[in-house]
């Protein structure tokens, strides 16, 4: 259904058989949405977490020098493409009770709630991207997004971060299959028969709306129809990769699952989540997502990176090189993945900007060394603009490892316009993100 005016509204949806889908920012819109209310002509702010588990060799992570100057690390060296676009930071810790040892579920619980966990049950706090959702959700579709390359749901070492209420975690999809039914099904629900239906025609979800496609873009101007193509091409790459996936047969393998649609190489799989989120961001359907590389203690391997222990074992290094190696080679393939995220979300443009620019996104683990489940010190990068409101190409160092993590989620609630005074171990704010 279009909106009948000279100018299209943000909201504008292209419905069809099983899908409602939403449409990129384009020029045609921005006329249209100063008269929608007057809050919706400044740039939509998102905010997104993006963790990875197990920590850092430090030594081959951390940057030498400080400020603008300072050298990337080995570990870094991925990102330098998007340098002008990152603060890295070091000195922020997520331990909110120091006589208490470190151990994984300390640390996840910790990570973005900065609250204790209650032991014997699950008692921790909200979550930062939770907060974040309760006034950026008001605006879209799907208050947050929870998405991760394995399942998360289940056991002490197996549930997410992510917490709505006190007492309530979220569970994360790992599924690209079902996250991609999710966006784009009627109603955002997860329909088996609807995606039965279209296994057996082989058909695309968008070829439902082709004719409604051709409609519009016989309103939309050159740029515009160059940007909705690349969008819909985009749409219909990650249908292609799923639906390969999904008919791969699973190798039998005592105790090996394989979830439907996943691809069979953990990169690969990484990748098809982060477009997955680009899409989801770059049609409005959330402006909040948290996505985990892998779960908390995975065992996961790497034999792409020619590593044959699982990441867990490497991360009780105990200070053995073969082990420190190993772990150094997988953070770097880290950043890389993390890099193609970036270029992707930097390679959409939004007015004048992107949708990078737009975004304030955390980028870190929630340990620091491993082998002493420590959560001090910890590996945090922040990326994006927030509309203006971030500068990166810095290094800031915060002496010690007494700041509380949560004083840099509370700058960054501000930021994308949700202002809050406490949250968790928080006791102030870091003043030092500003332009």
Do not use: C
């Not at 309103?219 to 969008?231: C, H, S, T, V």
């Not at 190409?393 to 509370?410: I, K």
Request: charged share 25%.
């Amino acid at each position: 259904m279009f909106v009948a005016q000279k100018y299209l509204s943000r909201r504008t949806l292209l419905r069809g058989a099983g899908i409602s889908l939403g449409l990129p920012l384009l020029d045609a819109m921005i006329p249209a949405m100063a008269a929608e209310r007057s809050t919706a002509a400044a740039p939509v702010r998102r905010l997104g977490f993006v963790i990875y588990p197990l920590g850092v060799d430090q030594d081959r992570w951390r940057p030498k020098g400080e400020g603008a100057a300072y050298q990337s690390s080995e570990a870094l060296a991925p990102l330098a493409p998007h340098r002008q676009k990152l603060i890295v930071f070091s000195g922020l810790s997520s331990d909110p009770d120091r006589t208490k040892a470190g151990f994984h579920d300390r640390a996840l619980a910790s990570f973005l709630t900065g609250v204790e966990p209650a032991k014997g049950k699950v008692q921790v706090g909200i979550s930062v991207d939770q907060l974040a959702a309760k006034t950026l959700g008001k605006e879209t579709p799907f208050a947050s997004l929870e998405l991760s390359t394995e399942n998360n749901n289940g056991g002490a070492a197996h549930v997410g971060p992510v917490f709505k209420t006190a007492t309530t975690p979220l569970p994360f999809e790992y599924n690209p299959r079902r996250v991609f039914e999710r966006l784009f099904g009627e109603g955002g629900r997860i329909d088996p028969a609807a995606s039965a239906a279209r296994d057996a025609a082989d058909r695309s979800s968008l070829d439902s709306v082709t004719e409604r496609i051709t409609e519009l873009k016989s309103r939309l101007g050159a740029g515009d129809r160059r940007k909705l193509e690349e969008y819909l091409e985009s749409i219909r790459d990650v249908e292609r990769r799923i639906l390969v996936a999904s008919r791969k047969r699973p190798v039998d393998l005592p105790g090996m699952t394989r979830p439907a649609g996943a691809p069979d190489a953990w990169p690969d799989h990484v990748k098809l989540m982060f477009d997955l989120q680009v899409l989801a961001l770059q049609a409005d359907l959330t402006r909040v997502w948290t996505f985990l590389y892998a779960r908390e203690a995975t065992s996961i391997n790497y034999p792409h990176l020619n590593i044959s222990m699982g990441h867990h074992e490497i991360s009780h290094h105990n200070f053995e090189k073969d082990k420190l190696d190993a772990l150094a080679k997988i953070n770097v393939d880290q950043s890389h993945l993390f890099a193609y995220f970036l270029s992707k979300m930097d390679s959409i443009k939004e007015g004048n900007s992107t949708l990078l620019d737009h975004s304030l996104i955390l980028y870190g683990s929630n340990l620091s060394v491993p082998t002493s489940h420590s959560q001090r010190d910890l590996p945090i990068i922040v990326a994006g603009g927030a509309a203006g409101r971030v500068a990166g190409g810095r290094y800031l160092v915060f002496p010690g490892d007494t700041t509380p993590l949560t004083n840099l989620y509370l700058t960054m609630l501000d930021k994308v316009g949700v202002p809050t005074e406490k949250l968790g171990d928080s006791t102030g704010r870091l003043n030092r993100l500003e332009v």
